[in-house]
């Protein structure tokens, strides 16, 4: 089979190679899945699973990528719930070869069932994005109706499906990113959008929540507008400001197939749209992967016709 590989965690996309790789095993409890699209997170090749697994040892070269739709094409020894020929999405373990592949070996338990009217592509869209923002907001944020919550990166993979949360939850939205991002922000659901580029974060007055996906200065500078009791959350960095009169949450999404099986409900019931940016083949995964987007929305690539 084919898949993206990378062997040098120095030499950054640079170190991305097109190979034929070995069909991979699937162990007790897997299922091997025939990817038809994946998505990756640019910030991986700094995450020591990467390059190691879970002893520690030296993995490479490694498959990057960790979200994936596709088709059940054979169930290891034990598996159940899930048949050969399923459609099927979600969540490749970190420590282990990723979804930037033809096929790739995943736990049953990270997977949810595919309903024949969802796209792979938009699939592809929903698990790191759709878990962190449904974990950011409601499990560590308790957002709640009537409340305020300023998401950062409104428009990009995570901020897009959690301004359509938080809004559907009856929370006021402030949106952040660029100016190129304002109109699909707003046509989410967003009240209103700060445009990061020529407005100071301080701008956005007092919220409830804060879920960031930056980090940086954007972080620190966030914690202050955390009302009393209020909470800040992010995905980028543990956070070095905290809010004075509040909580401040750093986490990694975690799995939840039940959550995965909710999320493409509200796709097929029209109440959440992922904001789908560009769409690659794998033979330009490596490009994809480091290039800045173009578009809002996340990057998926497609791997199966």
Same mark, same amino acid.
């Given at each position: 089979?084919?898949a993206?590989?990378?062997?040098?965690?120095?030499?950054?996309?640079g170190?991305f190679?097109?190979a034929?790789?070995?069909?991979?095993?699937?162990?007790?409890?897997?299922?091997?899945v025939? !990817?038809h699209?994946?998505?990756?997170?640019p910030?991986? &090749?700094?995450? /020591?699973a990467t390059?190691t697994?879970r002893?520690?040892r030296?993995?490479t /070269?490694?498959?990057?990528g960790?979200?994936?739709?596709?088709? !059940?094409?054979?169930?290891?020894?034990?598996?159940t719930?899930?048949?050969?020929?399923?459609?099927?999405? #979600?969540l490749?373990d970190?420590?282990?070869?990723?979804?930037?592949? =033809?096929?790739?070996?995943?736990?049953?338990r990270?997977?949810?069932?595919?309903a024949?009217?969802?796209?792979h592509t938009?699939?592809a869209?929903? /698990?790191?994005?759709?878990?962190?923002?449904?974990?950011?907001?409601?499990?560590?944020?308790g957002?709640?109706?009537?409340?305020?919550?300023?998401?950062?990166?409104?428009?990009?993979?995570?901020?897009s499906?959690?301004?359509?949360?938080?809004?559907?939850?009856?929370?006021?939205?402030i949106?952040?990113g660029?100016?190129?991002?304002?109109?699909a922000a707003?046509?989410?659901?967003?009240?209103?959008f700060?445009?990061l580029?020529?407005?100071?974060v =301080?701008?956005?007055? =007092?919220?409830?929540l804060?879920l960031?996906v &930056?980090?940086?200065?954007v972080l620190?500078?966030?914690?202050a507008?955390?009302? /009393?009791? #209020?909470t800040l959350v992010t995905?980028?960095?543990?956070p070095?400001? *905290?809010?004075?009169?509040?909580?401040?949450?750093?986490f990694?999404?975690?799995?939840?197939?039940?959550?995965?099986?909710?999320?493409?409900?509200?796709? *097929?019931?029209?109440?959440?749209?992922?904001?789908?940016? =560009?769409?690659?083949?794998?033979?330009?995964?490596?490009?994809?992967?480091?290039?800045?987007?173009?578009?809002p929305?996340?990057?998926?690539?497609?791997?199966t016709?």
């Amino acid at each position: 089979m084919q898949a993206i590989t990378v062997r040098d965690r120095d030499a950054g996309v640079g170190g991305f190679t097109l190979a034929d790789l070995p069909y991979p095993h699937a162990a007790e409890n897997d299922v091997v899945v025939r !990817v038809h699209a994946a998505g990756f997170t640019p910030g991986e &090749l700094a995450w /020591p699973a990467t390059w190691t697994d879970r002893a520690g040892r030296d993995r490479t /070269p490694s498959v990057p990528g960790h979200e994936l739709s596709g088709v !059940v094409a054979e169930l290891g020894y034990g598996t159940t719930g899930l048949t050969v020929g399923q459609r099927v999405f #979600g969540l490749a373990d970190w420590t282990r070869d990723g979804t930037l592949a =033809e096929y790739t070996a995943v736990e049953a338990r990270n997977l949810a069932p595919l309903a024949a009217d969802i796209d792979h592509t938009v699939a592809a869209a929903l /698990p790191i994005s759709g878990l962190t923002a449904w974990q950011g907001l409601f499990d560590h944020g308790g957002l709640g109706t009537g409340q305020t919550v300023l998401i950062h990166g409104a428009a990009g993979g995570v901020g897009s499906i959690a301004v359509q949360l938080a809004r559907e939850a009856g929370a006021r939205v402030i949106g952040t990113g660029r100016a190129r991002d304002r109109d699909a922000a707003l046509g989410l659901g967003a009240h209103t959008f700060l445009d990061l580029g020529a407005e100071r974060v =301080e701008d956005a007055g =007092e919220v409830d929540l804060v879920l960031d996906v &930056l980090g940086g200065d954007v972080l620190a500078r966030s914690a202050a507008l955390v009302r /009393p009791g #209020g909470t800040l959350v992010t995905i980028a960095m543990p956070p070095e400001v *905290r809010p004075r009169d509040g909580r401040a949450v750093f986490f990694v999404v975690e799995p939840d197939r039940a959550r995965l099986a909710d999320l493409a409900q509200r796709v *097929r019931d029209g109440r959440l749209k992922p904001l789908v940016g =560009e769409v690659h083949p794998l033979t330009e995964a490596a490009g994809a992967f480091g290039r800045r987007k173009h578009r809002p929305g996340k990057t998926i690539i497609r791997v199966t016709a």
